[in-house]
């Protein structure tokens, strides 16, 4: 363990530990036990569907932690929940989206400063680019952070947003989590020469390949590129190399592909497991501290747990809310036909 | 062209009555339109390939980069989907992007960010972040141009919930509906006939624009509606010049916003003439032609005197050099469907 530094990120509450190290661990926990309980909502059809982000809460948790939620914004794909955590999005509206409440949730993805839950497969990334050019045009000095995958990585989207963000010194951060699988197809078979970040050189940008299971390697290797991005030295590629624990979604069938023994030997490096041990025999927490943490984790997964599972169906007439500013007369006819024939 | 298109907005010259209108073609038009929104808002942004220095292939960024700078106006890398991805991500963070594509065939690598993105974005943030992005797509044939370089793309965005499409037939409809894409919050993909860049006359900056998704009828008749956008309204023009000659008054009308589509003008006009016959580029099959075909059936049945004809592109991929006169609707081609039209008997 190195020493606790300030973190940048959301204030924590009154009774928490302020550390870094302790930061990390709770919002790792609370990631976990929150995901536990979307799989379990699943189980019981709360959830038609969800994708857990199981081995891979360090890699979001240190790299969102690195952000300043003042400035930044984070573009996700569909399994940034611990990021999301870590910015302090309304975790209720995240899981809306797992709930099929609303496409891309139902929190504030403005306000959040974190995009949209978004299905596209490297469909953000082009988004984080613009942003962070129209954040250079405008001199405020934020930073943009895409998050992908190995998968996402072989997206044409991915290659056009690197070379474009590139030729404009854009400052933004490519934040792939290199999980090893993209739903069934391993790593050898995805990325050609098998590093992500090797491919930084051919953009002409910095590129490394951090443990992405350890919190801290993330942290540091974000904040440096974050600093980088933000001294107007523009953008890099962070990749973070981890471990996809469970199958791509609760659809999936990893038996059909993948052995077992490698599942157990990940086990091992569980992210979670590594900071807590590292954590006692640095000295900075004790079983009250572990048991303090597992109750305020706990308790704040079921909060959400309970809250999504509660939360309201959307009304049947907001399907045609917000389709346009300025709607059309012909989508006022179609809503005006539903309204008479469907109800 | 670039002295023009340095100057500033041509309202300002033409106070009083002693300036005639200037006459200007269409690539100029949307010069001057595009210039009047970089001034007017400075979070107007344009942008794409070759748009800077060069001034677009067609010329109409012309000097643009000079006077409003490289910050405003800016070439891209060759990157259609990251054009426009870029162009959701600027509008996530407050700018009002107006990105080229340099070409109708090569907006197909982007259409994942057109639909899944652009379209969208209003929608999935529950109109937290809304996409006040115009789209330029120089578009439809007529120029002899390599392959790729011809197409009619219409019906597909016009099938995208989310997006508005509209098509210019002049000069002066180019600036107006331009401008109003521009300053519209929702995503426009505006179509540019590039067989009309040329095409010169005055461009009345100083009227006013009609609604957005209202059609207009550029000459009005009463024996049959040719309803059209684009090139094809001066085609249906020539068709009904040349019929009025033999005593067939044919109106013309212009549909220019493909979505929404103005169902009470394009009705109102076939109640009346009780004849329909819709001209587009496109090739026939799942064409707008159908769409409009249908609306008319929908809003005129009880009016119409022979059913709704259709004169189009064939479903053949869009032919090379000579064969383009063979593939677009031709004077000859509309007046047969005319013909038709009115010699119809019900059985």
């Known amino acids: 363990m190195s020493q606790p530094r300030s973190v940048p990120g959301a204030p924590p509450a009154p009774d928490a530990p302020t550390l870094p190290a302790h930061r990390f661990y709770e919002l790792m926990r609370t990631a976990r036990l929150l995901d536990d309980e979307a799989v379990a909502l699943q189980r019981q059809g709360v959830f038609p569907a969800y994708v857990s982000l199981r081995g891979q809460e360090a890699a979001q948790v240190g790299s969102a932690a690195a952000l300043d939620r003042e400035r930044d914004f984070a573009f996700p794909t569909y399994r940034e929940m611990a990021a999301a955590l870590t910015l302090g999005v309304d975790m209720v509206g995240y899981m809306a989206s797992h709930r099929a409440l609303w496409h891309g949730g139902t929190y504030d993805p403005i306000a959040s400063r974190f995009g949209s839950v978004n299905a596209v497969v490297g469909g953000p990334v082009p988004h984080a680019v613009g942003w962070a050019i129209g954040e250079r045009l405008r001199g405020s000095g934020g930073c943009a952070l895409a998050y992908f995958g190995d998968g996402a990585s072989s997206e044409g989207d991915v290659h056009e947003s690197m070379n474009f963000a590139g030729v404009f010194g854009a400052p933004v951060v490519f934040l792939c989590q290199n999980n090893q699988w993209a739903l069934s197809v391993p790593l050898d078979r995805q990325v050609a020469g098998g590093s992500v970040a090797a491919r930084a050189a051919g953009y002409g940008m910095p590129g490394v390949r951090v443990d992405g299971n350890d919190v801290e390697a993330v942290y540091e290797a974000t904040a440096e590129a974050l600093q980088r991005a933000r001294g107007g030295g523009g953008p890099s590629i962070v990749e973070a190399f981890t471990y996809r624990a469970a199958p791509h979604s609760t659809s999936d069938d990893t038996g059909r592909y993948r052995d077992p023994a490698e599942e157990r030997q990940w086990r091992d490096q569980d992210p979670i497991d590594r900071l807590g041990a590292a954590m006692r025999t640095a000295g900075l927490a004790d079983d009250a501290f572990f048991a303090s943490v597992e109750d305020r984790a706990r308790a704040e997964a079921e909060r959400i747990r309970d809250a999504v599972s509660a939360a309201p169906e959307p009304a049947p007439s907001d399907m045609f809310e917000h389709v346009y500013r300025e709607p059309t007369e012909e989508l006022a006819r179609q809503r005006r036909a539903w309204e008479q024939e469907a109800l | 062209m670039t002295e023009l298109a340095l100057r500033p907005d041509p309202e300002e010259r033409r106070e009083g009555p002693a300036a005639p209108p200037t006459p200007v073609s269409m690539q100029q038009a949307i010069n001057l339109a595009l210039a009047r929104a970089l001034e007017e808002d400075d979070t107007t942004l344009v942008f794409g390939e070759d748009v800077g220095p060069l001034g677009g292939v067609f010329r109409v960024t012309d000097g643009l980069q000079r006077r409003f700078g490289d910050h405003r106006v800016f070439d891209t890398p060759l990157a259609e989907s990251a054009i426009v991805g870029v162009a959701v991500g600027l509008a996530m963070n407050g700018w009002r992007p107006v990105p080229e594509l340099q070409f109708d065939g090569f907006a197909y690598p982007a259409v994942d960010q057109i639909v899944n993105q652009m379209a969208r974005m209003h929608y999935r943030t529950r109109g937290a972040a809304p996409m006040p992005i115009t789209l330029r797509l120089p578009s439809f044939g007529g120029i002899q141009a390599p392959e790729h370089h011809g197409e009619s793309l219409e019906a597909l965005f016009a099938h995208v919930p989310g997006l508005k499409v509209v098509v210019p037939a002049d000069p002066g409809e180019a600036y107006r509906l331009l401008l109003q894409s521009v300053r519209a919050d929702d995503p426009v993909v505006f179509m540019e006939p590039k067989a009309r860049y040329w095409d010169r006359a ?71 003439t009780r004849r329909a016959v819709v001209v587009h580029e496109a090739p026939l099959t799942a064409g707008l032609g159908g769409e409009v075909a249908a609306l008319v059936g929908e809003h005129a049945f009880s009016s119409l005197a022979a059913p709704v004809e259709r004169v189009a592109g064939y479903d053949v991929p869009y032919p090379a050099g000579p064969l383009e006169r063979q593939y677009l609707p031709s004077v000859d081609r509309i007046l047969f469907a005319v013909q038709r039209t009115l010699e119809f008997q019900r059985a």
């Open chain 2, 202 to 272: 005055p461009i009345g900056a100083t009227e006013p624009a009609d609604p957005i998704g209202t059609a207009r009828v550029v000459r009005p008749g009463r024996h049959a509606t040719l309803i059209a956008w684009g090139s094809m309204v001066h085609r249906c023009l020539q068709v009904a010049e040349l019929a009025a000659e033999d005593g067939v008054h044919l109106e013309v009308l212009d549909l220019r916003w493909l979505k929404p589509i103005d169902t009470a003008t394009l009705a109102e006009s076939v109640r009346r």
